[in-house]
């Protein structure tokens, strides 16, 4: 058996050379006309016998051939051959599936690998299905959190979690040996990695008996860490080294791939060390923020896990003044909502999108196999009449799908590298793992598999049909059929294009109101320079560190005007205040909780000159103010009509409320000034009314270790960045200074809806561009085969305008039913994008009907093409035809 | 026309077989053998022997070597194998049973016989 496999092998490699069976049959003939001649004919006649003895050469050479193992990998050769002169023949046919299929493919698969980053990248974590976040939320703070006050007693009692555990937040902390380093720490409970199912991969967790208040100084660390600091030295565990000025244990090591579940950055996880009888009285008695996690019981959900929660919340809420509780909620959500909350909405949209581009490439894809299989009918018929068999009929046709898959899947895959490096590069910075997305194997994979499969059956549909006898000489019947199929396909492209173009124009009108907008400041010529400290380095306070600065930068050349501020509008954070803290002389207070939030900045009095911000009524704070120890306010427009809407606000007094933790009288400001309305909610998002605070030379605990600087300057940013490195460096060479133009700013909140504009701007267009060509490709078909039909029409009398009517209204009614079956299901889709749009309503009227009448323009002209070409047709050429 | 016998799916490759048995023979001399034997009633058209030798060559049942003919010309010469000797006894031995089994079906051999 063995041996008998070894010769096949070797006969599939070595090809006899064909002049060697010639030789054979050669011989084989001379034989019998040797043998004829001994028996007596002439040589003319002993030749004739022999040929008529032997019967068909060729189909005895063939067969012969046709023995040899592998054979058929020859006729795969020749289909092939076969299948690329049809391609070149027929190029446009050939160049549409291509590019149809590269749109397709290339789109999906780049999009699909940003997604499954996105929505489907499996967390780091065992069992990652049942990890939760718990915690408050209240108004101004969305994310949920907890406190030291609560959650001790929600740990003790909790029934839903087989584990309860919290982090602290953010933190850092500063590596104190040679080459110091700033670092980020955040603390956590004993039972954290365990109940994230983390575990070192060097070394060991914390001890229980280490998470106690005054505890042993011992951290995890991180494997960047452990790499970028101490080149994966494997006997590291156990040493120690210099954290804040205390020798530190290093105990372990994380995996490579952990990650906060909060997405925090991380170096050094060290134990809370919390001291719980403490939290009743810390931070007005309810305790340091905390953020909670917990792993659900098998079989308990979300919704079970929250209801039983609810009745420790409820009575741990009692912690919270009577006059701020009812704001608070309980929020039990998966840890993947928690790191995706808002970008779920736009990876779903995206993904719509391209679901719908891939169906109408799908869609041109089968049309067009569907026009070439009628044209082919008559080649298929005589290549079968001439004694193809149809499994070689079927291999034919299945060759040129293949390779048709082969090339659109080729063109596709370096369409979706290229888009995918277009997305990660205009994609906004807050979208997570956007920039670690590849194209992933597996997508690509299943998109060729997908591909594949397509072009088979469209390819084989028309195949598989015997090519009947009759199919030479009429081919009426089956035309019909697929055509009919190819009109619902029509339809259907134009509908997901109706719906694909509208949501595009939806987000590009929103879009540009969101560029138009006035921002209420001016953005040209303004720099913005963010000094961070560290509060170890200024025990007396950060206040003469940045007067100096500001001095510092005042003698910069170009620079006119530097302002100072705690935060920055449009869309930075920034401090707030309830309404209700606010009390206006002379009135009554406003009840606790009522009246939303209002945003607080503490400002110079050239933080207005450089946004130039309009003071329309009082003044600015002036230079001399600053340097008096009273507390002066300006308030925006909205904020002064509402604590005093008689008018009249400058000179006034308002009273600001402390907890400490009851309410009790704070500082009383005197109203200056009223300043023009600045955005400050982002650049879509709601605007507070603002309170505008003097920031003095008084006292230095008023001033924060993150202030801003804001200059007005002449010169180019980049111009007068070495000069102000070098003046902050001279004040504190330790202090990191990260500069931007304020243009920057405002564009770098512009990001998310550029992305998804662009991108679904961009899917629209290649969308609109293939159900153009399946149009057109089905209109030019059409007409092409009723060229007698028209013939005839003329013939009898038909003028060019009725030829005109007959061809285009076929078009005109694919049309009018998919533009129609496309706004009915645009009108329900748009709903999903409502918290996409700014200033556009979803069922924005002018939208549709920009949409309709951008489809129907080029539609018609898809349409009137080869609907003119069939008008210009001479009648007599036309019963000529065929 | 010549009398048309058609043969049992592979017992071309039998008889073919068969006649190697003999010893090395070209593709003309194992038709003109075939014919002889069975007293002119097994003609193997050409269309069917040449792609059965190549098919068996490809097997390895059978080996091809060039040689000189009766009438000094150059041809192939086919000849038996080893595996190909094997295989002859292994189809010699199921035709009988075939032939055994079709004759008592169709009564023509006394049973017992």
Known sequence: MLSEWLTRIRFFFVRRKPDELDEELCFHVEQSVERNVAAGMTA???????????????????????QRPGWWLGTVEQDVRYALRGFRRNWVFTVAVIATLMVGIGATTAVFSVVDRILFRPLPYAHDDRLVSVG???????????????FFEWRDNQKPFEALTFETGYGDCNLTETNPMHLHCISVAQDFLPTLGVTPVAGRNFTKEEDVPNGPRVVVITDGLWLSRFDRDPALVGKTVNLDGHATQIVGVLPRDFEMPRLQEVDILRPAQID??????VNSGIGLPLWAFARLKPGIGLAEAKAEMEPLFLHTREWIPAELRKDFHLQVRSIRDLQMADVYRVAWVLLGAVLTVLAIACANVASLFSARGVAREKEMAVRSALGASRGRLLRQTLTEAVLLAIGGTAAGCVLAEILLRGFISIGPTGMPFLASARLDLRITLFMVVLAMVCATIFGILPALEIPKARALAARQARTATQARLRRVLVVGQIGLCVVLLSGASLLVRSFSNLERQSLGMQTRNVITVHVPLNWERYPAGTRDFYLRAEAAFRQLPGVTAVGISNSLP???????SRYSEFEVEGKPPTPAGAGGSVAWRQVTPDYFRVLRIPIVEGANFSEEERGLNQHLAILSKDLAARFFPEGNAVGRHVMHEMFNPYRQAGPVYTVVGVAGMVKNGGLAGEDEPEFYELQTNGQSEYWDNHEVFLLESSLPAAALAPWIHARVAQLDPTAPVEMDTMEQVV???ADRPRFETALLGFFACCGLLMAVIGLYGVIAFVATQRTQEIGVRMALGATRGNILRLIAGEGVRLIVIGGVLGLGASLVSARLLTSLLFHVSARDPWTYVGVVVVLGVVALAATLIPARAAMKVEPVVALRYE | MQPTTDLLQGTLDLLILQTLAAGPMHGWGVAQRIQQVSKDVLQIGQGSLYPALHRLEYKGW???????????????FYSLTATGRRQLQAELKSWDRLSDAIGLVLGRIPEGA
């Open chain 1, 44 to 66: 003319e006649e002993a030749r004739r016998e022999a040929m008529i003895e032997f019967g068909g050469v060729e189909r005895a050479r063939e067969q012969s051939f046709a």
């Open chain 1, 276 to 281: 719980i009888a403490e939290q009743h009285t």
């Open chain 1, 136 to 150: 408050l939320v209240q108004p101004m703070q969305r994310q949920e959190f907890t406190l030291g006050g609560f």
């Open chain 1, 570 to 576: 449009p869309g930075g954070p920034h401090a707030g």
């Open chain 1, 747 to 749: 564009s770098k909140l």
């Open chain 2, 62 to 76: 059978i080996r091809a070597d060039w040689g000189a003919s009766e009438n000094n010309r150059r041809a192939k």
